[in-house]
């Protein structure tokens, strides 16, 4: 949905995402990428959020999930999300509680590699396939699907933007989640990127994508690294932090981040952020719920999903204001 994804106390950035075959009409059919013939056959099916409790995306993820399996003929979806202090374990947990209810395919965010590759496999010897939602393959690991937001084209998009933002010339510093693949796959794009548009980057700084953590960052960014002109953010609330940050310096510092939320929206609005890359979280818990259910009545599915972004800059950010 990798929303997304994250930080590992109030994820914010994983990244989610979905798409595939299940009855209906054509039109369901080749959004799914299902090459084999539709069914209808009940299936019981299980989605294992990180988080809810506070995340405005995954939220949307979820609500968007659960009303295409109400849309849906014969798809009964069961869903969970730990609530409270996060924690890998609580998380594995809750994954391994829905993989023993009987569901018939299950999808949820694998944002560690090597955490996760076992589970996956797992749940595949035991006959309950895994769609994952949020990240790339996973080498080694037994994916029935991979569903995720094109993360490197969208970066690459976005720095492009807080490039031309900067003027073209300045001094940037990157955020970074150590151990989070979804957001170590963003900073390297933006690396990437960056080095492209002949743009130095001064430093960069852990966060865990929390907005207290992104302010702090940023706050010992600038007073290291005082020539910095722009600021990449490779999730929402550590973006919202790190402009924040930003402001009480006083500074005239680009910052772009990476979820698209509506508290990012309206500071891209305000111009405390200069904009921000949005996943699209009703695309990703449609597209879920459509891929689980051809999963598990055993249609073929597109193994390789990639859901979509926009760059969202004070230009056009009147388009996705409460949507």
Known sequence: MRLMRVGLVAIACACVAALAACGGSDKTSTQSGSSTAKSSAAVTVGFVLPTVDGNPFYKAVADAAQAEADRLDGVTLQFSAPTGTFSPQKYL??????????????????????????????????????????????????????????????????????????????????????????????????????????????????????????????????????????????????????????????????VYSFDGSQDELKAVQDGSLAGTIAQRPTELGQTTVRTLAAVARGESVKPLQLTGYDVITKANVAQFIGK
């Open 93 to 254: 947990d809750a994954i391994d509680t829905m993989g023993s209810r009987g569901i018939k395919a299950i999808a949820f965010d694998p944002y560690d590699a090597k955490l996760f590759t076992a589970t996956i496999n797992g749940l595949d010897a035991r006959g309950v396939p895994v769609v994952s939602v949020g990240d790339p393959p996973i080498p080694g690991a037994k994916e029935a699907a991979v569903i995720n937001t094109d993360s490197e084209g969208a970066v690459r998009e976005g720095i492009a933007s807080m490039v031309k933002a900067m003027g073209g010339k300045g001094t940037a510093a990157i955020l970074t989640f150590p151990g989070n693949i979804v957001v170590t796959a963003r900073v390297d794009a933006a690396k990437t990127a960056l080095k492209g548009a002949g743009i130095a980057i001064a430093g960069s700084a852990p966060v865990d994508c929390t907005e207290v953590k992104g302010a702090n960052s940023t706050q010992d960014l600038l007073q290291a690294h005082p020539e910095i002109t722009a600021v990449f953010a490779p999730c929402g609330l550590s973006g919202l932090g790190a402009a924040k940050a930003v402001a009480q310096a006083n500074k005239k510092v680009t």
